[in-house]
């Protein structure tokens, strides 16, 4: 095989991997024990993005971007008129040493079109991962995707060589799945994600018995699904988000904006905007929900639906709930710290170890980095200089916009001219 077709391979490759989001390879402690090449754990990942935020840190590829399936929104589908390729399982093996060698990436990110069938597919992905880990002694980092639809045994392989296995939810609802992808169901993507959390129980508690079993999928399952495509709003979104992260144990959930890349009246048409902001919001009621105890419903529900585009939606919450403000940071337990627009969770840990020798007035908290032009309509503390009272829910958002100067400005607008 020449090296210009390899190259052709990868250009195509590459830039149909480019839409998958979930790529993050946080969470690993592989460690370099055989003298191989790589270590996952010793410096972890670097990333970079791309213009529009997409991450493509890891040498990320598909195996093939040839598929049987013919889901509307993926650039992939056999429908679509495009350059087809597909690399062979030595090729990418001898590209992600290549380029470990070379110090261009750390670790590899692999999913693939499914060609003849989901085993047939997943046995080749399954040997790439193999093969790097058996052959070459490679301990960087590798995500290997799940083929909906792939058996067990294949998913219990994968997890013995990759890092990190993830299997695309893509479409919220299964309303939405049939309307653009019929070719798949809910059932195929669980059926692989249930090995994969019943496999790393077992793993791990084979482990604290038998210290040599091996580490199975040591940086857990993720997935990925597309805001934008098939008209869920962010309530729908976040109960499937929420509800796979509660019975799958997901790593991580990605919200990946849809990119319009083709004419089908389906889907939005090729020109709207991709809705960063709200994949934005989308990202932080996650971390609301996994870091700040939160619950879900809390924040969408059936009157509030959809999150507002204007501000993030802790506020959001704080403006609806002012019955449980001000929040006296001096004596708050942490959850309700915690819920004090303005403050991260490091700042709430700095606040309870801060206070245990003093009492915390504005200067103190300005100091540790609270967010003073959010956090200062929700707090007292022991200064009682800038305490607001008597504001409306609508003049606080409203003075705390006036001041803000946010990135997302200008892309908002745009947002907001769709709906004009
Ligand atoms: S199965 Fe995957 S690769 Fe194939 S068309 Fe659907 S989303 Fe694209």
Same mark, same amino acid.
């Given at each position: 095989?020449?090296?210009?077709?390899?190259?052709?391979?990868?250009?195509?490759?590459?830039?149909?991997?480019?839409?998958?989001?979930?790529?993050?390879?946080?969470?690993?402690?592989? *460690?370099?024990?055989?003298?191989?090449?790589?270590?996952?754990?010793?410096?972890?990942?670097?990333? !970079?993005?791309?213009?529009?935020?997409?991450?493509?840190?890891?040498?990320?590829?598909?195996?093939?971007?040839?598929?049987?399936?013919?889901?509307? +929104?993926?650039?992939?589908?056999?429908?679509?008129?495009?350059?087809?390729?597909?690399?062979?399982?030595?090729?990418?093996?001898?590209?992600?040493?290549?380029?470990?060698?070379?110090?261009?990436?750390?670790?590899?990110?692999?999913?693939?079109?499914?060609?003849?069938?989901?085993?047939?597919?997943?046995?080749?992905?399954?040997?790439?991962?193999?093969?790097?880990?058996?052959?070459?002694?490679?301990?960087? +980092?590798?995500?290997?995707?799940?083929?909906?639809? /792939?058996?067990?045994?294949?998913?219990?392989?994968?997890?013995?060589?990759?890092?990190?296995?993830?299997?695309?939810?893509?479409?919220?609802?299964? @309303?939405?799945?049939?309307?653009? /992808?019929?070719?798949?169901?809910?059932?195929?993507?669980?059926?692989?994600?249930?090995?994969?959390?019943?496999?790393?129980?077992?793993?791990?508690?084979?482990?604290?018995?038998?210290?040599?079993?091996? @580490?199975?999928?040591?940086?857990?399952?993720?997935?990925?699904?597309?805001?934008?495509?098939?008209?869920?709003?962010?309530?729908?979104?976040?109960? !499937?988000?929420?509800?796979?992260?509660?019975?799958?144990?997901?790593?991580?959930?990605?919200?990946?904006?849809?990119?319009?890349?083709?004419?089908?009246?389906?889907?939005?048409?090729?020109?709207?905007?991709?809705?960063?902001?709200?994949?934005?919001?989308?990202?932080?009621?996650?971390?609301?929900?996994?870091f700040y105890g939160f619950?879900?419903?809390?924040?969408?529900?059936?009157?509030?639906?959809?999150?507002?585009?204007?501000?993030?939606?802790?506020?959001?919450?704080?403006?609806?709930?002012?019955?449980?403000?001000?929040v006296d940071v001096n004596k708050a337990d942490k959850r309700m710290l915690a819920r004090i627009?303005?403050l991260g969770m490091k700042s709430v840990f700095k606040i309870l170890n801060a206070r245990r +020798?003093?009492?915390? !007035?504005?200067?103190?908290? @300005?100091?540790?980095?609270?967010?003073?032009?959010?956090?200062?309509?929700?707090m007292?503390?022991?200064?009682?200089?800038?305490?607001?009272?008597?504001? *409306?829910?609508?003049?606080?958002?409203?003075?705390?916009?006036?001041?803000?100067?946010?990135?997302?400005?200008?892309?908002?607008?745009?947002?907001?001219?769709?709906?004009?």
């Amino acid at each position: 095989m020449s090296f210009q077709r390899v190259q052709e391979k990868l250009n195509i490759l590459a830039d149909a991997a480019k839409y998958d989001v979930s790529c993050s390879s946080s969470g690993s402690n592989r *460690t370099n024990k055989n003298k191989g090449l790589g270590d996952a754990s010793a410096s972890g990942i670097c990333h !970079t993005y791309t213009e529009d935020g997409r991450c493509v840190s890891l040498l990320k590829i598909l195996l093939t971007n040839h598929c049987i399936f013919d889901c509307a +929104y993926c650039v992939t589908r056999k429908s679509n008129d495009v350059k087809r390729a597909a690399f062979k399982v030595q090729e990418v093996v001898d590209l992600t040493m290549n380029f470990y060698r070379r110090n261009y990436i750390e670790g590899l990110f692999l999913s693939s079109g499914i060609f003849k069938s989901a085993d047939y597919t997943m046995e080749r992905l399954v040997a790439v991962a193999k093969k790097l880990r058996l052959e070459e002694n490679f301990n960087g +980092y590798i995500h290997l995707k799940s083929i909906p639809g /792939a058996s067990d045994e294949l998913m219990r392989e994968a997890g013995l060589y990759a890092d990190r296995l993830s299997v695309n939810i893509e479409i919220p609802t299964e @309303k939405g799945l049939k309307l653009l /992808a019929p070719d798949k169901n809910r059932a195929d993507f669980i059926k692989p994600m249930e090995k994969v959390k019943n496999e790393i129980i077992q793993y791990k508690s084979e482990k604290k018995i038998i210290r040599s079993t091996p @580490k199975y999928a040591p940086a857990g399952q993720s997935t990925q699904m597309i805001v934008g495509a098939s008209g869920e709003n962010d309530m729908q979104i976040m109960y !499937t988000s929420n509800y796979f992260y509660k019975n799958f144990n997901l790593k991580r959930v990605y919200y990946s904006g849809y990119v319009p890349i083709s004419y089908d009246t389906r889907l939005p048409q090729i020109g709207t905007p991709v809705p960063m902001l709200r994949e934005n919001r989308l990202y932080q009621t996650d971390w609301l929900l996994r870091f700040y105890g939160f619950n879900i419903e809390e924040i969408l529900n059936e009157q509030n639906q959809s999150l507002d585009l204007d501000i993030d939606p802790k506020l959001g919450w704080a403006l609806r709930n002012m019955h449980e403000f001000p929040v006296d940071v001096n004596k708050a337990d942490k959850r309700m710290l915690a819920r004090i627009p303005g403050l991260g969770m490091k700042s709430v840990f700095k606040i309870l170890n801060a206070r245990r +020798y003093r009492q915390l !007035t504005w200067d103190h908290l @300005k100091a540790i980095g609270v967010a003073f032009n959010r956090a200062q309509y929700f707090m007292v503390c022991a200064s009682n200089q800038f305490e607001k009272r008597d504001l *409306t829910p609508e003049k606080i958002k409203g003075l705390i916009l006036q001041n803000s100067k946010s990135k997302y400005t200008s892309m908002l607008s745009n947002q907001l001219n769709l709906f004009g």
